[in-house]
């Protein structure tokens, strides 16, 4: 910990210098800062480190993560930070090995600074857990991080490697940047990664995601309620690729204002997506995807169904209960995109439960049309 006198001494330091100048300056008021107990740099580290830093959040302004070893059963919990915390990660922060829900990572407060020092990066080590079953089944596996109840804050520069199971919990943040995070789970493709969605948001307002990378095996992004939330400068690759929902049988079943933009998917199961669960209640509206770049997608190119029932297209007739008014999918380059085995765009919507779409410049070809489109406004084509 870096302590007050050392501040105090920075700070003597300066006056004295301003004091020597021959020319007269305005009277220098001492910043109140330097009674505030609060006013100190942290820095925690190795396997002590989690513990203490939960402890002593309410007395540093800084809290440095250095080389952090969270022992296992753990949650590394900063959620009752006072305003205007600034945490850093620094070197490798670990988590040990259990079998248990987690998160292994919490964050909340308002106007928190979250940043990733240069070279920082967060392992859980998922590999541990992985056996291909998610949260299906076989071990019981920890959810990541949970950045819930943040308000204007941020999060920069996170590097994620191989989380056990779904990576960012999004839930009842009002005003949250997250700016060039990599969630990389892709040793995942071949070990065994399931569920391992890169961020699930919920019950959110003023979120906005820009320049992430995620390489994972399961949603890139799912938006399952919330409003003005913005994802942009994105590369998804791995998963199940961009979408909404699934939007219904939830406490909150609003998703409203969501933007897509300038994003690539690749090596996906879906490019676009939108679930609304058969027979629930819910609104879906003003969601935008536009300038999406799709490449080598093997199931839907755009899968857009008012019949999810845990599974895609269930053969369930598409219900009205969630209608998809004001969609805007705009400038979707995908020519040749989809596997020979795959759908290039699926709309199977409910009767008059879709209405008032902007369908223009899609280009998604390379796989089948599928025959049983329902419902399609008019401006839009299940067919290339
Ligand atoms: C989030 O980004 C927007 C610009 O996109 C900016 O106006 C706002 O101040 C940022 N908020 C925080 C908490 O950094
Ligand atoms: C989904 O619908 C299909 C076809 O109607 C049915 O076989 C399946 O059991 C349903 N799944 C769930 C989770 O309800
Ligand atoms: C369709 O869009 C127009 C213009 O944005 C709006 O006034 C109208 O209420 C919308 N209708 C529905 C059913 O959403």
Redesign the pocket.
Known sequence: MVNVFSTCAVFLALTTSVIAKPVAEPAITPAPKLLDKRATSCTFSESNGASSASESQKSCSTIILSNVAVPSGQTLDLSDLPDHTTVVFEGETTWSYQEWDGPLLQISGNGITVEGASGAYLNPDGARWWDGKGSNGGKKKPKFFSAHDLTSSSITNLLIQNTPVQAVSINGCNGLNITDMTIDNSAGDTEGGHNTDGFDIGSSTNVVITGANVYNQDDCVAVNSGTDITFSGGVCSGGHGLSIGSVGGRSDNTVETVKFENSEVKNSVNGIRIKAT?GDTGTITGVTYSQIILQDISGYGILIEQ?Y???DL???TPSSGIPITELTVEHISGSGAVESGGYNVVIACGKGACSNWTWEDVVVTGGKDYGSCSNVPSVASCSA
């Open positions: 058969e019949n029932n845990g599974s269930n053969g369930g």
